[in-house]
């Protein structure tokens, strides 16, 4: 089935609610295709890679957590940018990226679909009027080496652990992403572990002063699902075509 453009833009609208959010980035329709959509593929972060490959797919869109024209850089199309807009435009595809609205998202959100994978029963936010960062608990205490093991085998690639593998452990805090600095709210919330996507390098003192495990389980790795569950959304709710294309990133 096809939808009309405006038709997609309304429902990721109604979904994801990007009003709600002061962002570093616009959140929503940031370069216009062509007004019919039928295939969306959904990706990471907007790639010369990921857009070539939508190309060949033969898609009408993309939606992505990382987009364009994020704060502080500069607003000149050249050399990457230029490139990656002259393929967009080009191709008259349409390029939609939601940032903190797909992190936060209860249910469809980055950090909502991590803990259904993980098997991690969410029970609030991590900070106060921040529904970004969450904390919760496993079902039953466990050594933080079955919790490896099993970010291993879902996320497929090994996390970075600090601390002691054997140690039990219940309560978890969790953010994807570059959520590092976060640590310092998982300790105040008094959690066993925290886990995120990237490391920083005071994040390892600041794990083995406060006796805090910490798992860094990588950035792209960590924020592959909740845009796989967005598209899997409109494709069922606007009968669309869904397609997620994942471009390896090692970070």
Known sequence: MTVALSKLEDTLGQILEPE??????????????????????TGVTASQALIDAAVDAGADAILVHHGFFWKGESPVLRGMKRRRLATLLANDLNLFAYHLPLDAHPEHGNNAALARLLAIRSEGPLRDGDPVGNVGSLLTPQPVSVLLERICERLGRPPLHIGDATREVQRIAWCTG??????????????????????????????????????????????RYGVQAVGEALAEVLEIEHRFIDIDNPV
């Open 20 to 41: 709600r959010f002061q962002d570093y980035a616009p959140n929503g329709l940031q370069v216009e295709g062509r007004e019919q959509v039928s295939l969306l593929v």
């Open 178 to 223: 570059a959520a590092q600095s976060y640590i310092d709210a998982a300790v105040s919330a008094g959690v066993d572990l925290y886990l995120t996507g990237e490391v920083s390098e005071q994040t390892v003192h600041v794990a083995r002063e406060e006796g805090i495990e910490f798992v860094a389980a990588g950035h792209h790795a960590t924020e």
